[in-house]
């Protein structure tokens, strides 16, 4: 299998043109606790440090959008405001109808953040209990929860991995299981931060193969992609949007990838 070298085409969602992320004029300021040296001084709180500032675009139903820019461009905080897990400083949110500060159970089950953070799984569990684990947050009863975690684990390739402690996982089978777990709610957004980070080239290759295919487009779902990696934007993006400083600075077809940035 090989990553596709011409844009992906859209869902047949994206033509109908409704909206699954609106991003109006966010904005967020961050006041580090203060060090030792500012403790002595009597200050509590570091200076205010702008992560985000101004940023707006839409992402119309269907569409794969990466977002894309160095290290500490604030792609990760941008994700984790969409998602509802900070609070943006200014500015408004909507993601797949939802006002992002209301977390409603239709909230977590419309919307997905997929993050391959292996703090985020119980270790000695099984991948089969992590996921059952996660279902139950999600408000599913246990039996929906079990057979939804089974169909889960065969479609991402970890059926004969089911019953196995999640610490003997690869670096690949976990990925697999973080995007299985982001599945659970059955979400039509999702909010992927580096999906293939520490993976191999072949495995980044199939992972992003499976995700573009079989999860996104077969199954009709918007999705904003956080990521550095130019490969991995033109694998999976309809189009790219660039972040630098906390600000975005353009937007760019993901066949220019390489000519935009000078590669």
């Known amino acids: ?22 991003v109006r004029a966010v904005g967020k300021t ?20 702008a992560a985000l500032a101004d940023v707006s675009f839409e992402l119309a139903a269907g569409e794969i959008v990466c977002l894309m820019g160095p290290n500490g461009a604030g792609k990760s905080t941008l994700l984790r405001i969409l998602a509802g897990l900070l609070e943006a400083s200014s500015g408004s949110v909507r993601v797949a109808g939802l006002d992002v500060r209301v ?10 953040f997929v993050i391959g953070d292996e703090r985020s799984f119980h270790w000695p569990l099984s991948g089969l209990h992590n996921l059952e684990f996660f ?29 196995r402690p999640f610490r003997t996982y690869s ?5 697999r299981l ?6 659970m709610g059955d979400a039509r957004v999702l909010l992927l931060d580096e999906p293939t980070l520490g993976l191999d080239p072949e495995g980044a290759r199939d992972l992003r193969q499976f995700l573009r295919d079989d999860v996104l487009h077969a199954g009709g779902r918007t999705a904003l992609v ?16 660039r972040i630098r400083q906390g600000r975005l600075v353009g937007e760019m077809d993901p066949a220019r990838i390489e000519a935009e940035l000078g590669l």
């Open 1 to 22: 299998m090989t990553d596709a070298t011409t844009r992906p085409q859209s869902s047949g969602r994206a033509a109908q043109g409704a909206l699954d992320i609106e």
């Open 30 to 49: 961050f006041r580090p606790a203060a060090g030792i040296r500012e403790l002595v001084r009597g200050q509590l709180r570091r200076p205010p440090v």
């Open 103 to 112: 977390h409603s159970t239709e909230f977590r089950r419309k919307v997905s």
């Open 135 to 163: 279902g139950a947050l999600h408000g599913l009863s246990a039996s929906e929860s079990r057979r939804r975690a089974h169909a889960l684990l065969a479609r991402v390739g970890l059926a004969e991995a089911t019953n």
């Open 171 to 175: 670096r690949g089978m976990r990925q």
């Open 178 to 183: 973080a995007l299985a777990r982001g599945l």
């Open 226 to 241: 956080g990521t550095n990696d130019p490969t991995e934007a033109r694998a999976l993006a309809d189009r790219v949007l």
